[in-house]
């Protein structure tokens, strides 16, 4: 693979991954708008995490799982370099892949 073809997979991946995300957002809102007449929203109490995602109604749902998804993304580019070097064997990028992407995943963890 040349380096040409792996920054045009890089860059569809993250462009789909953000438009795939911005439809799924766009989809809860959407829903959420129609199921709740437009009423005004409470922003007083914030009671919602990552982690609730099923105690959440269907429409807040779509949209968390959108941000997610928007979150998953650049992740899921660094997860693709890092296969990408190894199929070339560039133990050096291999290497600083793996610390990225150990970086990421401790930082969405904690």
């Known amino acids: 693979m ?3 073809r792996l920054e045009q997979i890089v860059g569809r991946l993250l462009w789909w ?3 795939l995300s911005a439809v799924v957002v766009l989809a809860g809102g959407v829903w959420h708008l129609a199921a709740n007449h437009a009423a005004p929203a409470n922003y007083r109490v914030f009671r919602h995490t990552a982690w609730s995602i099923r105690s959440l109604p269907p429409p807040e749902a779509l949209i968390l799982a959108g941000l997610l998804l928007l979150i998953a993304t650049p992740v899921a580019r660094v997860a693709f ?3 990408a070097f ?3 064997r560039d133990r050096i990028f291999v290497a600083i892949s793996l610390v990225v992407l150990a970086v990421l995943v401790v930082g969405l963890v904690t």
Do not use: F, N, P
Request: negative net charge; aromatic residues 0%.
């Open 2 to 4: 040349t380096d040409e």
């Open 81 to 83: 370099a890092l296969i």
């Open 17 to 19: 991954g953000v438009a």
């Open 86 to 88: 190894a199929l070339e």
